[in-house]
């Protein structure tokens, strides 16, 4: 069987057959001419997923199959990419192989409800980490692709699409799991696409909405054709898209380069490194007043979901609160004035990060009871840092 287009329905048939009830992750089919074999592994990876790894080699088949699946044992926040085979053990070999000028891949861009809250991890030794910039280690422990990351979760349910980033052909796609996962226990595994080009080398695209996926296997995309929507699913607690590269032998691609990936950019247009920068995204008043301090790790999903800001701030309020959505690095820091609407300072504080948060919030709040019927008004809250400033306005009333 060396057609394309007759191997298709029996590796559908076979990709069933070999995903598990329990199955976390379809790795990649590919189509190759082998000699018979059958290959079984177990491992326990960085994150604490136990993984087991089925390779079927097939002549008279004419083609490769890798599935993968695992049993987890426990988790972490950083525990939410597709159940990768380990990076290479060499990241020089990440530097001088051949892949396809890639597109960004949704259609938001940087910066526009969207950010990068992981690159690859570069460094193959457990517990160490290192990012194609080689600078504040933007990513963790075994990642194998780069996170697209979305604000929060009503972003995600306003749709961003995600794109195909190169001329590819489908081969493999899953849209039917849970995609709100906030927190673990993460439900079901990740719906997505997995892309193959014309050396054999592919793109998975994971965590995609349910029922969002618009192509079929065996279906020729464009650079920039229509895929589905990013979602939550499988192990990720914030909605966004892993988007994981491989070279046809099956080894990492970061497609950034930089001090510790060096060569030539695979993006058409790389966007720059958001590693070294503080960046304020998201800021409002609220009424939850026990969420106090910086977080980053457990389900809040207070904070994930973007919290209600009420219309009118009533006088008999017991205290003014306010959210804070950043980027940044420890010691990094930002400030926060409030004014009323006289323009007298009510809250004038500056905040320094503790630690590295590739993605946040913070909470604050101060007492209200000192303001009198002579605030009544717009009052306007500044919160500026890393060049960038978020102006909101808190209207107070009786």
């Known amino acids: 069987m060396n057609s394309k287009n007759n191997s298709i329905p029996i590796l559908s048939r076979l990709i069933l057959f070999c995903q598990p009830p329990k199955a976390y992750a379809l790795q990649i089919a590919r189509f ?22 089925v390779k079927l080699r097939f002549v008279n088949m004419g083609f490769l199959m890798v599935c993968t699946w695992g049993i987890q044992a426990c988790g972490s926040e950083d525990d939410h990419s597709v159940a990768d085979t380990p990076i290479t ?6 530097v001088e192989v051949e892949f396809p000028q890639l597109i960004w891949p949704l259609d938001h861009q940087l910066h526009d ?5 992981n690159y690859v991890d570069l460094d193959s030794d457990e517990n160490q980490t290192r990012d194609y910039a080689c600078a504040f280690q933007h990513t963790y422990d075994g990642h194998t692709g780069t996170d697209f990351a979305l604000l929060n979760f009503r972003v995600m349910d306003q749709g961003v699409g995600v794109v195909a980033v190169a001329p590819s052909v489908v081969t493999w796609t899953e849209d039917f799991n849970y995609d709100r996962n906030y927190w673990q226990p993460f439900q079901g595994s990740h719906n997505g696409v997995v892309v193959e080009y014309p050396d054999k080398s592919f793109t998975a695209y994971a965590h995609m909405r349910t029922h969002s996926i618009a192509v079929k296997v065996g279906e020729t995309v464009e650079a920039g054709d ?20 491989r070279d046809k032998n099956n080894q990492v691609v970061e497609a950034y380069t930089g001090a510790c990936r060096q060569g030539d950019s695979f993006w058409t247009s790389q966007t720059a490194y958001v590693g070294n920068t503080l960046r304020i995204y998201d800021a409002d008043v609220f009424l939850d007043f026990e969420l106090i301090g910086g977080f980053q790790f457990g389900e809040i999903r207070t904070f994930k979901d973007r919290p209600l800001a009420p219309a009118v701030y009533g006088i008999d309020q017991p205290k003014l609160g306010l ?19 006289d323009g007298a300072v009510f809250v004038k504080e500056d905040v320094s ?12 709040n101060w007492g209200f009871d000192s303001v009198t019927s002579e605030d009544f008004g717009v009052w306007t809250i500044n919160i500026s840092g890393g ?12």
């Open 89 to 94: 053990d060499d990241p020089s070999d990440l």
């Open 387 to 398: 060049g960038r400033r978020v102006r909101n306005q808190l209207r107070s009333w009786a």
């Open 113 to 117: 409800k969207v950010y990068i809250s």
């Open 226 to 245: 229509f895929l589905g929507f990013v979602g939550s699913s499988g192990t990720t607690p914030i909605p966004h898209l892993h988007l994981a590269n």
């Open 323 to 341: 959210w804070v959505q950043v980027q940044g690095n420890s010691g990094q820091e930002f400030s926060i004035e409030v004014k009323k609407p």
């Open 32 to 53: 190759q001419p082998r000699w018979s074999e059958i290959w079984f592994k177990k491992d326990v990876d960085r994150l604490g997923l136990s993984l087991f790894s």
């Open 353 to 364: 990060l503790e630690t590295k948060r590739r993605y946040g919030w913070y909470g604050f």
